[in-house]
């Protein structure tokens, strides 16, 4: 029997992507059993999850789970990432609920918190937070519920994260991740006086052969994933600009790998260069004022602004915005005084 299938997964949006092509002597068989059996990772709760939700097409029309497939049909799946095998503790740490309600959360993480458990990073997470917090705070009909997430932000990258509270909304979320129709801008701080009021940077994404913990900028369309950010100037400070970016797609570290391929490192971004001084004079003061802007901010200056989304069960569509966080905004009142 031959066979075509193809496997993606984006590490910025917890999805997984398969195709498969039926084989020209295939028998009717039932689509769910058909993927059951051939997605180690898929169980049978997933799979359903993601028929509810529209995440199975064939020949790009949603099926049921009972569909029978037919030779040469084109199946494409997108399926949440199987929950973890280790035990999220419940850790009491405080997290900032902007929205709640029966099917997702929508909060603003602070910089320097972990999204989940991972290598060097165990406990103190986002997901130990919610965890706590779902214990203390619990759906009436929904005692058990916790958190599934459907994308991530940077350690050290503050801003607005939505999560899911049940299975089936974070099917339906994921598949508006895969299709680029969640509406995301980001704010950030970068050096150099960036010469168009606006712009739009492209580059396919992958990880740096000489460092896997930074992700790198291919112009080989066989390397890496496509990936497209639009930015916009808000304010020049002659040696750094504050823009506003808005993704079309949300590969790990798209902002910070993009601007230092396009020449201007996101500030005090020490993965990416941007934790030196790069722009400006040479006299001791405006280093020791850069040097006190880094410590101010100790991390890279980046802000996830505002989210929209359509909401999985109600269908109605949601937006919500935030503030710049202390240590950003004092930084940006610096460069102002400073200019």
Request: hydrophobic share 40%; net charge negative.
């Given at each position: 029997m031959e066979e075509f299938s193809e496997h993606t997964e984006d590490s910025g949006e917890l999805y997984e992507h398969f195709r498969f092509v039926v084989d020209k002597g295939q028998a009717p068989f039932r689509i769910d059993k058909y993927l059951f059996s051939r997605i180690g990772s898929a169980s049978r709760n997933r799979l359903q999850n993601a028929a509810k939700a529209g995440n199975i097409l064939v020949n790009d029309q949603p099926v049921k789970p009972n569909y029978k497939i037919r030779p040469?049909?084109?199946i494409s799946i997108v399926l949440t990432y199987p929950p973890r095998d280790t035990e999220i503790y419940p850790e009491n740490i405080p997290v900032t609920v902007v929205f709640g309600d029966q099917?997702?959360?929508?909060?603003?993480?602070?910089?320097?918190?972990v999204v989940h458990p991972g290598h060097g990073n165990f406990t103190g997470t986002l997901l130990n937070a919610l965890t706590y917090y779902f214990q203390q705070t619990p759906e009436p009909d929904q005692p058990d519920t916790k958190p599934y997430l459907v994308h991530r932000?940077?350690?050290?990258?503050?801003?607005?994260?939505?999560?899911?509270?049940?299975e089936l909304a974070q099917s339906r979320l994921a598949r508006q991740f895969y299709d680029h129709t969640i509406e995301r801008t980001y704010i950030a701080l970068v050096w150099g006086?960036?010469?168009?009021?606006?712009?739009?940077?492209?580059?396919?994404?992958?990880?740096?052969t000489r460092d896997r913990t930074v992700m790198?900028?291919?112009?080989?369309?066989?390397?890496?994933?496509?990936?497209i950010t639009h930015y916009r100037v808000l304010e020049r400070f002659t040696y750094v600009t504050l823009v506003e970016c808005t993704l079309e797609t949300g590969r790990t570290h798209q902002i910070r790998a993009h601007f230092r391929?396009?020449?201007?490192?996101?500030?005090?971004?020490?993965?990416?260069g941007g934790d030196q001084v790069l722009k400006g004079t040479t006299f001791a003061k405006y280093n020791q004022f850069v040097l006190n802007c880094f410590a101010l901010?100790?991390?890279?200056?980046?802000?996830?602004?505002?989210?929209?989304?359509v909401h999985p069960s109600t269908r109605e569509n949601m937006f919500f915005d935030s503030e710049l966080p202390p240590d950003f905004q004092a930084v940006v009142?610096?460069?102002r005084r400073y200019i």
């Open positions: 040469l049909d084109v099917d997702i959360l929508v909060i603003n993480k602070a910089a320097g918190m932000i940077d350690k050290n990258t503050s801003g607005l994260l939505l999560i899911a509270k049940n006086d960036l010469k168009e009021p606006q712009g739009t940077i492209t580059g396919n994404i992958a990880r740096s790198a900028i291919y112009d080989d369309e066989e390397v890496g994933r496509h990936a391929y396009f020449g201007h490192p996101l500030f005090n971004d020490q993965k990416y901010m100790p991390r890279q200056a980046l802000h996830a602004k505002s989210l929209g989304f009142e610096r460069w």
